[in-house]
């Protein structure tokens, strides 16, 4: 059961490691949504790979209907292995697999719980973060964990580039957790409550840039928020996208927060603390350039005020 790239990755690994001990027998995923122009609909990630391999996949628009319990039931699951599926499961779900509805999650719990850990991971400063594979229960990412795998978070990372390798790593994990439940050898380890931390679904607006923040935290917004939303300002009443940027001075002051102090070799941004070098941004409608082409363009020179 899962949605986006990160579920299908761990898919097609499922699928191509099947045949010895398990087997893949049925797929659940998000109904098709509008997508491009035309606004014609397409499947998820999950539901294209599914498509591509021949599984059989069930779209439900509600998960808490008597039809969807019966077609899942149909699958005659041992398992149900869940990653970035989207919904709240309800006990109705849960109980359907013989041996247990597992779940990897992209964070180690119990940090991080909810829809946007590796975001959050950025955001926080975290020096590593992994994935935790876990039974599921009906409360967010609170069920008690049977193994997690561990990577550092590079300070060139970016959510795209996280998001890849937790995938990779989620696969592996699941595997593992698969090989241990076939053998009867899963061993459950409770959550610590009280280190317990929540993420939320992150928004567009999340994405703008306040000025005032230090720019430590504004250069891993920059990493936490590529591709999407993408950390975002404006100047001179235009929206800027701001993909790539650099600490210049962690502890600089004597400017207003998001006056431009210097715009050669590459424009200089005061931070609430500290000053930010932007070296790749974009303006609406157009292609990402360097960011001192970029103010080249505008004629923009020192002085000048990101923000509102």
């Given at each position: 059961?899962?949605?986006?790239?990160?579920?299908?990755?761990?898919?097609?690994?499922?699928?191509?490691?099947?045949?010895?001990?398990?087997?893949?027998?049925?797929?659940?995923?998000?109904?098709?949504?509008?997508?491009?122009?035309?606004?014609?609909?397409?499947?998820?990630?999950?539901?294209?790979?599914?498509?591509?391999?021949?599984?059989?996949?069930?779209?439900?628009?509600?998960?808490?209907?008597?039809?969807?319990?019966?077609?899942?039931?149909a699958f005659e699951?041992?398992?149900?292995?869940?990653?970035?599926?989207?919904?709240?499961?309800?006990?109705?779900?849960?109980?359907?697999?013989?041996?247990?509805?597992?779940?990897?999650?992209?964070?180690?719990?119990?940090?991080?719980?909810?829809?946007?850990?590796?975001?959050?991971?950025?955001?926080?400063?975290?020096?590593?973060?992994?994935?935790?594979?876990?039974?599921?229960?009906?409360?967010?990412?609170?069920?008690?964990?049977?193994?997690?795998?561990?990577?550092?978070?590079?300070?060139?990372?970016?959510?795209?580039?996280?998001?890849?390798?937790?995938?990779?790593?989620?696969?592996?994990?699941?595997?593992?957790a698969i090989d241990?439940?076939?053998?009867?050898?899963?061993?459950?380890?409770?959550?610590?409550?009280?280190?317990?931390?929540?993420?939320?679904?992150?928004?567009?607006?999340?994405?703008?840039?306040?000025?005032?923040?230090?720019?430590?935290?504004?250069?891993?917004?920059?990493?936490?928020?590529?591709?999407?939303?993408?950390?975002?300002?404006?100047?001179?009443?235009?929206?800027?996208?701001?993909?790539?940027?650099?600490?210049?001075?962690?502890?600089?002051?004597?400017?207003?927060?998001?006056?431009?102090?210097?715009?050669?070799?590459?424009?200089?941004?005061?931070?609430?603390?500290?000053?930010?070098?932007?070296?790749?941004?974009?303006?609406?409608?157009?292609?990402?350039?360097?960011?001192?082409?970029?103010?080249?363009?505008?004629?923009?020179?020192?002085?000048?005020?990101?923000?509102?």
């Amino acid at each position: 059961m899962g949605t986006p790239a990160l579920a299908a990755h761990i898919l097609e690994r499922l699928v191509t490691a099947s045949g010895a001990n398990f087997r893949v027998v049925g797929v659940v995923t998000r109904p098709d949504q509008p997508r491009g122009r035309g606004l014609g609909t397409e499947p998820s990630a999950v539901g294209a790979l599914a498509e591509r391999r021949g599984i059989p996949t069930l779209k439900p628009v509600k998960i808490r209907t008597p039809e969807f319990l019966s077609e899942l039931k149909a699958f005659e699951p041992d398992l149900l292995v869940v990653a970035a599926y989207g919904r709240i499961l309800p006990n109705s779900i849960l109980d359907v697999p013989r041996i247990a509805p597992m779940n990897v999650h992209a964070s180690l719990l119990p940090r991080h719980r909810g829809a946007s850990p590796v975001e959050a991971a950025i955001l926080a400063g975290d020096a590593e973060t992994g994935v935790t594979i876990m039974r599921i229960v009906e409360r967010m990412d609170a069920g008690p964990m049977y193994l997690q795998r561990r990577i550092s978070i590079e300070s060139s990372d970016t959510q795209g580039t996280l998001k890849e390798k937790l995938a990779e790593l989620g696969a592996d994990a699941m595997l593992e957790a698969i090989d241990l439940a076939a053998r009867g050898a899963l061993v459950e380890t409770p959550q610590d409550e009280a280190l317990a931390t929540y993420t939320a679904q992150v928004e567009k607006k999340d994405a703008v840039i306040d000025w005032t923040a230090s720019a430590a935290q504004i250069e891993r917004m920059t990493r936490a928020y590529d591709p999407w939303p993408v950390a975002r300002t404006r100047l001179g009443g235009d929206e800027v996208l701001i993909w790539r940027a650099a600490i210049e001075d962690p502890g600089s002051s004597g400017h207003a927060p998001g006056t431009i102090v210097s715009v050669k070799p590459n424009p200089v941004v005061q931070c609430g603390a500290g000053r930010l070098r932007l070296l790749e941004v974009q303006a609406a409608g157009r292609k990402r350039i360097p960011a001192a082409d970029f103010l080249r363009g505008k004629r923009v020179e020192a002085g000048a005020r990101f923000g509102a």
